[in-house]
């Protein structure tokens, strides 16, 4: 008796072949992509979709399985070879899954996905950026390298480095390590003439064991300011007004008298559990509520309890019940919202934030709003704490009610170096004076102190960059601010060089016969059209400046100088070229409101999407719902099994069959 299999072709025997069409494989090919997809999604939602396209979507290995499951896919179907009619419906299923995922490693491959940021009044621009990061060198024949510089998993180090090679002037380029937040710091170089006036401060607080420093360069729209989040010091050339007026602080201007008339009052307010009477105010609407926040230390493992004091009125509010609550303060007309809490305060990048989970210097933001009569902020405590009379010589003077009194330093140093300042504390008021080197000036926020002791008449800029190394005592928020950055080294004529390059800079190394620039970032990809901004519209909601949508209106050209304009808003998006035949094709570019930016109206960023496997994927997916409609749903189309009734043939015809069965099976 001759087996059934040997039927079947030579190549269906194959042990490779059967290896690929066997349904294990399949299912194992399927559970793997089910469970990739469940972590892509985890590592997208958990970090972002550059850390989930590295290990998973776009990862070597989810290559290879994509090719692995239609390798399996093709080879099941040519195992029914030859084909009869009830193939036909699990043939047009495969192969629109075949087509599917050729139509994804299409777009993966040739396709285009990235933004580009536009400014009105700007020529137009095709430099599109994608989300990948690449190492560009600028080298000394003029010509700009990319190297793919992606190191979120198998990071080069000084053993393990990534060898570049050779560079136009014979420099040996290598990237050696990979640090995943790179701090920059102003460490200004003295010049003989020309450049800008630098200063190097130190501000303290006890309270906080904190201790901040950094440069300062004067009128430098980049170097010549420092955020501290709760406040900020600016360094001009000048004199400060009220020193080069020849005003003494007591002279200046007082506060007006307060008004009765009720108004909106908004007044958020930083309180601290080790310095009750301490607290930072910052008027954002109407004026201040002349509100007294004081913060209980913690007990039993809580967040402590927020006191507020409103006139005669006290109110007791939990901490831990009533973070980001509206909850109204009983006898007033204001409302209390807790916005955060911070168990350990510190100020890391201009940022609140908590060193620990530990109680050690616990602080909270709270925000109260609502109608009523505006106070001026230190009326209990017109003259400060007495430490400010020893370097103003008199009290510092308060501004009108209503009249917001930001936490601000201004210095300045005028053309013979003395230094002076303007000082605004929403505790103290405003102050002015002269500020000399290595003495300490309290600032009023809260107990800092601030001091200037090294100046330059002459400097300009560098920065110098080091990697964040994991237990420096920064928060992990504040980390994750920061760029990535790499070390690279080159090494030309026995001269070496070593320098980070973090992200979005660009640094210059001293190469013979010209410096070497370096640039990390994301890849620019040069598109063949070139886009525009004319306009940008932001949509408000009635009553409110809440915007409810945001709209651009652009103009596209070609390099055969064709033009087309075309608007985009969210979730609507316009495509170039527009015919149907490229929209089908998906040989068109699709532009898409990304994002804007609020302090300029000018700006706008738009997002970038070319698929050139669009049309393939659409085929596929097609192909696919019509081959499980015919599998369940149409007679013609569908294999008897096992699990089906059998309809019983007459006597005659049954005994025929089975006799012409049995005459088969002995002849073979």
């Not at 401060?201 to 729209?221: E, K, R, S, V, Y």
């Not at 609407?285 to 309890?305: F, M």
């Not at 800029?461 to 080294?489: C, R, Y």
Request: contains cysteine; aromatic residues 8%.
């Amino acid at each position: 008796m001759k087996s059934r299999s040997t039927d079947q072709p030579a190549w269906q025997r194959n042990s490779i072949f059967e290896f690929f069409a066997s349904l294990k494989l399949a299912v194992v090919l399927l559970a793997v992509l089910i469970v990739a997809a469940i972590a892509g999604t985890i590592y997208e939602s958990s970090f972002d979709a550059k850390v989930a396209r590295a290990y998973v979507y776009g990862a070597p290995w989810f290559n290879l399985w994509l090719v692995l499951l239609g390798a399996n896919l093709a080879c099941s179907a040519l195992s029914r070879w030859p084909w009869r009619k009830h193939h036909v419906a699990f043939l047009i299923t495969h192969l629109g899954i075949i087509t599917l995922l050729i139509g994804s490693v299409i777009g993966r491959i040739w396709g285009v996905e990235g933004t580009i940021t536009l400014f009105k009044g700007d020529p137009p621009t095709n430099r599109l950026l994608v989300n990948e990061s690449q190492l560009r060198v600028h080298d000394v024949d003029g010509i700009v390298r990319g190297y793919p510089a992606e190191f979120l998993h198998h990071p080069p180090s000084p053993r393990h480095p990534r060898d570049l090679g050779l560079l136009a002037s014979g420099a040996h380029l290598q990237i050696v390590d990979y640090a995943p937040a790179i701090e920059g710091k102003l460490n200004p170089k003295p010049l003989s003439e020309g450049g800008a006036p630098a200063l190097h401060f130190t501000i303290a607080t006890a309270m906080m064991n904190q201790h901040l420093d950094g440069w300062l360069l004067a009128d430098d729209p980049q170097h010549g300011n420092f955020s501290m989040g709760l406040a900020n010091i600016e360094f001009k050339r000048g004199t400060a007004t009220s020193v080069a007026a020849g005003v003494p602080p007591a002279a200046q201007p007082i506060r007006l008298p307060p008004q009765s008339e009720e108004i909106d009052l908004e007044e958020s307010i930083f309180a601290f559990s080790k310095a009750p009477d301490d607290q930072i105010g910052h008027v954002r609407k109407g004026g201040s509520t002349g509100a007294k926040i004081r913060l209980v230390a913690p007990e039993n493992r809580n967040k402590g309890q927020v006191i507020v004091l409103l006139g005669d009125n006290e109110a007791r509010f939990d901490v831990a019940e009533n973070l980001g609550r509206d909850v109204p303060i009983e006898k007033t007309s204001f409302v209390l919202r807790i916005e955060n809490y911070w168990p350990d305060f510190r100020i890391e990048n201009g940022k609140p934030s908590s060193l620990s989970d530990q109680p050690n210097n616990p602080a909270v933001l709270v925000t109260i709003s609502g109608k009523g009569v505006p106070i001026a902020a230190a009326e209990t405590n017109p003259h400060g704490s007495g430490k400010e009379l020893a370097v103003t010589g008199g009290p510092p003077a308060m501004p009108g009610p209503g009249e917001e009194t930001p936490n601000h330093l201004t210095l300045f140093i005028a053309d013979d170096g003395t230094i002076t300042y303007d000082l605004a504390s929403r505790k103290n008021g405003k102050s002015s004076g002269k500020l000399d080197l290595n003495k300490a000036l309290p600032t009023g926020w809260a107990d800092w102190q601030l001091v200037v002791d090294k100046k330059m008449s002459s400097a300009q800029p560098q920065m110098d960059f080091t990697p964040m190394k994991s237990g420096q005592g920064s928060t992990s928020s504040s980390a994750a601010e920061l760029p990535d950055g790499v070390l690279v080294h080159l090494q030309q004529n026995g001269e070496m060089f070593e320098r980070w390059a973090p992200a979005g800079w660009q640094i210059t190394i001293p190469t013979l016969p010209s410096p070497t620039m370096i640039a990390f970032g994301w890849k620019i990809v040069s598109l063949p059209i070139g886009l525009e901004l004319l306009d940008f519209e932001v949509k408000r909601n009635e009553g409110s400046d809440s915007p409810a949508g945001f709209k651009s209106t652009l103009r596209v050209v070609t390099v055969d100088g064709d033009a087309a304009t075309g608007a985009c808003w969210m979730n609507n998006p316009f495509s170039f070229p527009g015919t149907w035949r490229h929209t089908w094709t998906g040989l068109t570019y699709k532009v898409s409101q990304a994002s804007w930016n609020p302090e300029n109206l000018n700006q706008s960023t738009v997002q970038i999407l070319r698929d050139p496997g669009w049309l393939l994927k659409w085929i596929g997916s097609l192909l696919v719902v019509i081959g499980v409609f015919m599998m369940f749903y149409l007679q013609p189309y569908r294999k008897q099994t096992e699990g089906e009734p059998i309809t019983p043939a007459p006597p005659k015809q049954k005994t025929k069959v089975a006799r012409g069965e049995a005459v088969a099976e002995i002849t073979g």
